[in-house]
């Protein structure tokens, strides 16, 4: 994983998906293409868990459109196995107490 995604991967494996989210925008911001849809997937996977063990969301909005900037993507980009992450925050968003995690 870039160095400047590590931040938020650290609070992401944190379970500070919030503080994740964040860390991430400043990257989303200045990024463009598929680096672009990586980062935006990460945001709204972030924000889905927190929606979820925060605030009690169980429509799982931010997720599907996760799902949409994952589509867009290899199987594995930037060192992160995207068909495991999208399995494991699934898991996470139905069963309390597992938290996916990034590589660093």
């Known amino acids: 994983m870039k160095p400047e995604l590590r931040r938020g991967a650290q609070l992401f494996n944190a379970g500070q998906w919030w503080e994740a ?7 989303w911001a200045r990024s463009g293409g598929q680096e ?26 931010n997720y599907d459109k996760a799902l949409r900037y994952l ?4 199987a594995e980009y930037d060192g992160v196995n995207l068909e ?10 139905e069963h309390e107490n597992r938290w996916p995690r990034l590589l660093l």
């Open 71 to 74: 589509d867009l993507l290899p």
């Open 84 to 93: 495991q992450l999208r399995a494991d925050v699934w898991q996470a968003l």
């Open 21 to 27: 989210h964040e860390a991430w925008e400043e990257v």
């Open 36 to 61: 672009r849809h990586f980062v935006q997937a990460l945001i709204l996977l972030a924000a889905a868990l927190h929606k979820r063990w925060h605030h009690g969301s169980l429509t799982h909005r």
